[in-house]
């Protein structure tokens, strides 16, 4: 099909698709129809519908997760099928990003500029977030409450053991963080088999750091509900949990653009971004594992 790029310099004010106007410093011919070139280096962004979806999924997944905690039949169906929904709409919502940037051009410099600075403070916002958890746990541990026995952990509550399945999450958590820096500086300097190889890397350790999370779970003697312990417990290893799952997710399509040669050694703020999220992960489980696991845990309970 003939495809002709011509440069009107008369005309100064256009209109796209969309029906919105921008000032332009031409217009492109393609296919007979006359599509505006703006003037700014700024992404106008479509209408989209995955930011109000995604924030009823989440909504039911929390609903979901609080009929589990209080022993419903169907809880647990609820939040799995929550999760398959989760999965399912960030997916389509990355889909729509990457035709953005990857065959759109939308993604110019000033672009990835705000959007890293996005990523940046979504992450100070959760920084704060498992603050508030880690402020729940240590005012409980701190000073406990006569209620509780007066002691850390309270009395008829075996902690879990630091130095088992803990201690490999850490080893695996840490170990994908430096594959995945591995993955990162190997796209920087275009060494595109060592980028893909660091990637898989970090997805699998990610998936075995989830599997051993899960059967933790099973094997612990205490829920949510025994006392302020496995609520703090359960609070802080399971939003983190939520957390590597998302990661997962965001790493997985970072190197599925990786491997399709959808990024480049200078563009590619949407793979950023997602080890820039793995490495606070990382850097919230040590925090978790020091003060849960290893000093929240040396009292007997007995």
Same mark, same amino acid.
């Given at each position: 099909m003939l495809c002709k790029n011509i440069y009107n310099n008369s005309k100064s004010v256009v209109s796209n698709k969309r029906g919105l106007y921008y000032k332009t410093i031409g217009s492109m011919v393609v296919n007979n129809s006359t599509v505006g070139l703006p *003037? %700014?280096?700024? %992404?106008?962004?479509?209408?989209?519908?995955?930011?109000?979806?995604?924030?009823?999924?989440?909504?039911?997944?929390?609903?979901?997760a609080v009929l589990?905690?209080?022993?419903?039949?169907?809880?647990?169906?609820f939040i799995l099928c929550s999760f398959i929904l989760l999965i399912w709409g960030m997916s389509l919502w990355f889909k729509d990003i990457i035709i953005e940037a990857s065959y759109l051009g939308a993604h110019t410099d000033k672009v990835q500029k705000g959007i890293s600075l996005g990523v940046v403070l979504f992450i100070v916002s959760e920084v704060f977030f498992f603050l508030s958890i880690f402020w729940a746990y240590f005012h409980s541990s701190l000073a406990p409450a006569i209620e509780i026995g007066s002691e850390w952990p309270p009395k008829g509550i075996e902690p879990v053991d630091a130095s088992e399945?803990?201690?490999?999450?850490?080893?695996?958590?840490?170990?994908?963080?430096? *594959?995945?820096?591995?993955? %990162? %500086?190997s796209l920087v300097d275009q060494l595109i088999d060592w980028a893909n190889n660091g990637a898989v890397a970090t997805v699998i350790m990610a998936l075995f750091f989830t599997l051993l999370q899960v059967m933790e779970y099973f094997g612990v003697s205490y829920t949510i509900t025994d006392s302020v312990y496995g609520s703090a417990f359960y609070m802080g290893?399971?939003?983190h949990g939520l957390h590597v799952i998302i990661g997962t997710v965001f790493l997985l399509v970072g190197a599925l653009r990786v491997y399709t040669y959808q990024v480049t050694n200078t563009h590619h703020v949407g793979v950023e971004s997602g080890i820039l999220y793995w490495h606070f992960v990382d850097v919230v489980w040590l925090f978790l594992f020091g003060a849960v696991y290893?000093?929240?845990g040396q009292g007997k309970g007995e």
């Open positions: *003037s %700014h280096p700024y %992404h106008i962004v479509d209408q989209s519908p995955w930011p109000i979806a995604l924030s009823c999924v989440l909504l039911s997944l929390t609903i979901s589990s905690f209080h022993g419903y039949v169907m809880g647990d169906l399945v803990p201690t490999a999450n850490t080893t695996i958590l840490l170990s994908s963080g430096s *594959s995945v820096t591995v993955a %990162h %500086h290893t399971g939003f290893f000093w929240g």
